[in-house]
């Protein structure tokens, strides 16, 4: 059961600079706890798929279609049955990562995605123009994920006059008490590029979801 899942959380947070680009819609924040199941430690990717599910279902919503957010448990039986893991992965604490997300999001809601490896934080820069024209044209949040910084976080926007990227981050735990709280332990935030791990990769998860 959600203790209760919050909306457009990063909507009250100020830009850096001007030259601003962020997601279009809704965004339902998804994370640790949020629906009763302890996942700390292990669930981050799992809750921003569940993030990235609920952005296309709301752009879908005056459609009727019928579709709902995948639990945990939805989402390892899925890739079991893709064939990517094994039976064992169902009710394990193992962790998901964009390629994984990916094959989620073509799975549960029929969208392709694009993965850009990034090979260090420190060649983010060179990825800008890319997630601008994505929250330009398509504007769907996009996952972002690692090794060395293996704390998988949505990307809900882009400055480039302030080199930054606006961060949803799932690891806040059980219920939200304010904005406020999420804005000053940075679950909600904008970070500098120069914040990001040189010594880590990157894999962007973005979703193709057709212009409208």
Same mark, same amino acid.
């Given at each position: 059961?959600?203790? =209760?899942?919050?909306?457009?959380v990063h909507h009250d947070l100020s830009p850096p600079g001007s030259e601003v680009r962020q997601v279009k819609g809704d ?33 879908? =919503? ?58 260090? =934080? ?30 998988s976080k949505g990307i809900l926007g882009v400055c480039c006059d302030s080199p930054s990227l606006l961060i949803l981050d ?9 904005l406020s709280d999420l804005y000053d332990r940075g679950m909600v935030s904008w970070r500098p590029l120069d914040t990001f ?16």
């Open positions: 059961m959600n203790v =209760g899942l919050w909306t457009n965004v339902t924040y998804y994370h640790y706890g949020c629906d009763g199941i302890d996942d700390r430690g292990w669930g981050c990717g799992y809750r921003t798929l569940q993030t990235m599910c609920a952005w296309v279902i709301n752009k879908r =919503g005056h459609t009727g279609e019928e579709m709902s957010v995948p639990s945990l448990k939805n989402i390892q039986e899925a890739l079991v049955t893709m064939g990517d893991k094994p039976a064992s992965f169902v009710e394990s604490r193992d962790w998901i990562g964009s390629f994984e997300v990916s094959i989620c999001m073509d799975y549960f809601m029929e969208v392709n995605c694009k993965i850009i490896h990034v090979t260090s =934080g420190s060649l983010l820069c060179e990825h800008m123009e890319t997630l601008k024209k994505h929250f330009d044209v398509i504007g769907a949040p996009v996952m972002m994920g690692g090794d060395g910084d293996n704390a799932p690891h806040h735990h059980g219920q939200i008490k304010s791990m040189t010594d880590s990769f990157y894999n962007l998860c973005l979703p193709q979801y057709p212009q409208s």
